[in-house]
């Protein structure tokens, strides 16, 4: 029996990594050629990369980008059709949506620093960047106006059986960015946890709320947002299949918060 458990894990991770080598990411169609972003404090521009093609799916993901003051910062920047080149680019975890080498290369000039849990480190090593790691609960300053701290992501419920796709042990993060008296939260992927209830003074929080079994699902998100309550919430990481799902957020969430629907 114990030999057949193996075997079947064994079996489900050769799947996993044969269809991650089949996905294909992609600008989609159905991207807005326009530019969609939101503007906080006058001077804060945050931006999406925009609806992606991941293999037949279109998707909305966890790519964004921050403008400020001339400094630029990427978070998981994925299918990216700009070049500007950043300053900082900061990845939540290793997942394909998330971590792209191919988009990484585009952006990334001899002082950029990337900002990464170990796990994302071990697999840039091969290359000549300049890496930081994050793990949950670091904070730490970059600039005289920007500091940031990781925060924990990962799931309650499993995928598979008892497997997780963001277990607790692997580290991921997401990220709040304090930029003057702005805070930004980037949630990565993750289930409402805990940890989260810390998290507060937020100016815009960017969360998932496409699946129940990879990250929050749009019931949990809701309950987060109304919880926090920031001033603004960009809804990311869901399948553009799913639009009901979108209405459903914008009827829960509290009238008071401003929902920004960047496609």
């Known amino acids: 029996m114990k030999k057949c ?13 044969m269809s991650c080598s089949l996905i294909k990411i992609d600008v989609s169609e159905k991207r807005n050629p326009v530019l969609q972003f939101i503007l906080l404090d006058n001077y804060i521009e945050v931006s999406s990369t925009g609806i992606t093609r991941i293999s037949k799916s279109d998707f909305f993901p966890s790519s964004f980008r921050i403008k400020e003051n001339g400094k630029l910062i990427y978070v998981d920047p994925l299918a990216i059709s700009d070049t500007d080149k950043a300053d900082y680019i900061f990845i939540t975890h290793t997942h394909l949506d998330h971590f792209s080498i191919k988009d990484i290369k585009k952006i990334v000039k001899s002082e950029t620093l990337i900002i990464c849990p170990n796990r ?3 697999r840039l090593n091969r290359y000549d960047y300049k890496i930081r790691e994050a793990k949950p609960g670091d904070f730490f300053g970059l600039d005289k106006n920007l500091k940031v701290e990781a925060i924990e992501a990962y799931n309650l419920k499993p995928t598979l059986l008892w497997l997780k796709a963001h277990p607790k042990s692997k580290q991921n993060v997401g990220y709040v960015f304090t930029i003057d008296s702005v805070r930004i939260y980037h949630a990565g992927d993750t289930d409402y946890i805990p940890e989260m209830g810390s998290i507060q003074d937020i100016s ?3 969360v998932p709320i496409g699946d129940g079994n990879l990250t929050m699902n749009v019931e949990d998100a809701s309950k987060f ?3 926090i309550k920031p001033e603004y919430v960009i809804p990311m990481h869901y399948d553009m299949k799913e639009r ?4 459903k957020f914008m009827s829960l969430v509290d009238k008071k918060i401003k929902i920004k629907v960047l496609e």
Do not use: E, P, R
């Open 5 to 17: 458990v193996i075997g079947f894990i064994c079996l489900i991770i050769v799947l996993t990594i």
């Open 120 to 122: 994302v480190a071990k």
């Open 204 to 206: 815009l929080a960017i």
């Open 225 to 227: 947002i109304n919880q």
């Open 244 to 247: 009901n799902d979108m209405g």
